[in-house]
């Protein structure tokens, strides 16, 4: 297998859009996320999230929303409330070190699943900034998981 160092962006055509614009920009571009139609007129925050592929080795880029919590960064596996995990979670869980760039700063960082009493604290948090999370979790049986991404050294 090749190794590449240059991540394969999201096959959906309206994400990997925003994730050129957003590194084309460093981040002003796509850094509050405005919906694939333009309709979120205030926008929410995204970073980018680079997860090395468990089966691969290669590098995959995703754009996702985040809240914050003190120093680190809170992403939320929801999938639109799938059935499945994302395949950027299962990826992280195979190999927590990932790399975030929250408008221009790209940094190291280590992932970890909320634990139950963290994701009780979380999850309001991430619902208040983006509220159809709760209407996700109602569509699966599975708990959707919160993730938490502190910043390496």
Do not use: C
């Not at 090749?2 to 991540?7: L, R």
């Amino acid at each position: 297998m090749t190794s590449s160092t240059t991540p394969t962006d999201s096959p959906n055509s309206w994400v990997a859009d925003h994730t050129r614009r957003y590194l084309e920009s460093g981040g002003e571009d796509g850094h509050l996320w405005h919906g694939p139609d333009g309709s979120l007129a205030a926008g929410v925050p995204t970073l980018l999230l680079t997860t090395i592929g468990r089966r691969s080795g290669q590098p995959r880029r995703t754009a996702l929303i985040y809240g914050t919590d003190g120093a680190d960064y809170v992403i939320v596996a929801s999938k639109g409330g799938a059935a499945a995990h994302p395949l950027w979670y299962e990826n992280l869980l195979a190999n927590p070190d990932v790399t975030l760039q929250v408008k221009a700063d790209t940094f190291e960082a280590t992932a970890h699943t909320a634990s139950p009493e963290e994701r009780a604290r979380l999850w309001p948090l991430m619902a208040k900034v983006w509220p159809p999370y709760d209407e996700y979790q109602t569509r699966t049986d599975r708990e959707i998981p919160v993730v938490v991404l502190t910043r390496k050294g």
